[in-house]
């Protein structure tokens, strides 16, 4: 076996597991334990430097970080890391004092077009560093799919608004109401950098018998942006929605705030294979939505040009859902058919000629790193760039881009990235004393309160989920294992006495000596429970040449190990990673 240091930054990296699973990173554990202290508005501003949307993220998110907190794999259920994030937000107070300062113009002139979360973030990091930000909006609102697909019973409007206000407030001129048609034109008007935010705005139709006989089928998207400017407020009873992705959860629900007695939701697959978040699912479902499995759509049933119903082929698939059979077929009656089986891009005003290239599937062709496409200082971003995807993706592309604006700007090749700092000190402050809270909690997260089903179908706009209150959030704060304080190992001061082993709660420690890996798993002092967790081991100790080794994935960084050690060769130490995005200095770096 070759010896990992335990003390070796690579190993830190793949300790802080929900913060690397975050496409836009933040220092999770970090702002867990400022919630801890009340400090609201710390943690709001240590989240926003990276997610930018707090208050919205906390509310929607599709939460990459929680299937990697460690936690998960204790008790099965993740620290209930998005929803403290709406915790800070919801009680930050005023920060306004707190938000980046604008410097001075520096004569440089970007256009975004589409105001959705991608051309935001685009314009958060570019607009304090002197940049003349001009945003063109086609609806007469900011927010792009955040406003138009997400119901307000699930981000309510006044969130959304302060979250882009802050953004707005620093100088962007945001021109609504201005779809941008041509890009030669746009291109002619001598902006500096041009990025693409707009989105995946056509929603994908359903070719089959019928379709077009009728004025009762919906293409999901656009029925959710129709409800969300208020041009439509009801819906029949009886109404199928097709597909089971996150859309089609939010149509489900709504079609039920909107007269739907008897709402479906069509899957072709087992629940298993369901694109829908599992919460997603669990609240649909709360809300008297069913989930119909196995159902493939084949034509739309219409009578004397009326909708009645639509027929599906009911089927049998294989264990892995890749193949099936049709075992009959099924007539359901609706009143209204909702699709909701995925989203396109669109760019019908991007004129050819402009060395803008598109793929075999009219998708523009950008690169990965830099989000340049094949015109340099035309840079895409969010669902324009790969199509859809989430967020928090889209928030991610917007800094990347960005960073790629700013060096175009600067006459900087676009390939030039900016390190991530990280830094390691220590927590010690006295003999048996951390500067964290280290005491493993056994309580269970924390369950979400909702407004009573009664209440919430009275008022399309009522949240229905209330966030934590002061005792939820006090027990879930505590749930956090502290993935970013280390357990730093320096071989050299250890006399191999096996007090840390003889303390360990958990019996994640190990010394035995040096061989190939599968060996060391058979020694180690409790089994692993997960084999793909990476197993630690340091370097050849003094006294024997053995190596003390560490299993993680037990690991709940309670810092007992280090207390009990004569000789200080072990210590608890602070990892904190520093992302810098556009035009910010290089981050200072601390040694441990």
Request: net charge negative.
């Amino acid at each position: 076996m070759h010896p990992t240091d335990i003390a070796n930054p690579n190993y830190f990296h793949k300790v802080v597991d929900c913060q690397w699973a975050c496409p836009a990173h933040t220092n999770v554990p970090e702002y867990i334990r400022l919630i801890a202290q009340g400090k609201y508005a710390d943690a709001y501003m240590l989240n926003r430097h990276s997610n930018v949307f707090p208050a919205i993220l906390g509310r929607t998110c599709d939460r990459p970080c929680e299937p990697a907190c460690r936690r998960g794999r204790l008790d099965s259920k993740p620290v209930a890391i998005c929803r403290l994030k709406r915790v800070a937000a919801d009680l930050r107070g005023d920060i306004g004092d707190r938000l980046p300062q604008v410097d001075p113009p520096n004569g440089k002139r970007i256009a975004c077009i589409g105001a959705g979360p991608a051309s935001l973030t685009v314009a958060n990091d570019l607009a304090p560093h002197g940049y003349h930000i001009t945003i063109f909006e086609k609806y007469d609102q900011p927010g792009g799919l955040m406003r138009t697909n997400i119901p307000s019973f699930r981000l309510p409007e006044q969130v959304l608004t302060d979250e882009i206000d802050y953004i707005l407030n620093m100088g962007v001129d945001i021109r609504y109401n201005s779809p941008v048609t041509s890009m030669k034109a746009l291109l002619d008007e001598g902006f500096d950098a041009v990025f693409i935010g707009s989105g995946a705005p056509r929603g994908k139709n359903l070719e089959l018998p019928g379709r077009y006989e009728t004025d009762r089928i919906h293409i999901g998207i656009d029925w959710l942006g129709s409800v969300a400017f208020g041009h439509t407020d009801k819906i029949g009873e009886k109404v199928l929605i097709i597909g089971v992705g996150n859309t089609a959860m939010d149509c489900c629900r709504t079609s039920r705030r909107l007269g739907g007695k008897s709402v479906k939701v069509m899957a072709r697959r087992p629940r298993g294979f369901f694109k829908a978040s599992p919460w997603e699912l669990d609240d649909a479902e709360e809300e008297g939505i069913d989930i119909v499995i196995n159902h493939a759509p084949k034509r739309f049933v219409i009578e004397n040009g009326k909708l009645t119903g639509m027929e599906f082929e009911r089927l049998e698939w294989d264990e892995e859902a890749k193949k099936s059979r049709t075992i009959d077929t099924v007539i359901l009656p609706c009143d209204d058919v909702i699709l909701a089986i995925g989203q396109e891009n669109a760019f019908p005003w991007i004129e050819p000629g402009l060395g803008i290239e598109f793929d075999k599937w009219e998708m523009p062709k950008v690169d990965e790193t830099t989000f340049q496409s094949s015109r340099p200082g035309v840079f895409f971003g969010g669902d324009s760039a790969w199509g859809p995807k989430n967020i928090i993706w889209a928030v991610e592309h917007g800094h990347q881009a960005a960073i790629s604006i700013d060096n175009h700007c600067q006459q900087l090749p676009v390939t030039e990235r900016p390190a991530a700092g990280m830094n390691l000190l220590s927590q010690k402050m006295g003999l048996s004393e951390w500067s964290y809270s280290n005491d493993y909690n056994p309580v269970a997260r924390q369950k979400m309160t909702h407004v009573d089903l009664e209440k919430r179908f009275k008022e399309l706009s009522l949240e229905v989920e209330l966030g934590f209150d002061h005792v939820q959030t006090a027990r879930e704060v505590e749930r956090c294992l502290n993935c970013d304080i280390q357990t730093v190992f320096t071989a050299a001061k250890c006399i191999e006495c096996d007090a840390c082993i003889d303390i360990c709660p958990l019996s994640c420690l190990t010394i035995a000596p040096d061989a190939p890996e599968d060996v060391l798993r058979a020694k180690l002092s409790a089994p692993a429970i997960h084999p793909d967790q990476a197993l630690y081991a340091s370097k050849a100790l003094p006294q024997t040449g053995r190596l003390m080794l560490k299993d993680e994935d037990l690991c709940v960084h309670c810092g007992l190990c280090a207390e009990r050690c004569p000789t200080a060769a072990w210590d608890m130490q602070k990892f904190e990673l520093n992302i810098i995005y556009a035009g910010s200095p290089a981050p200072a770096l601390v040694a441990a």
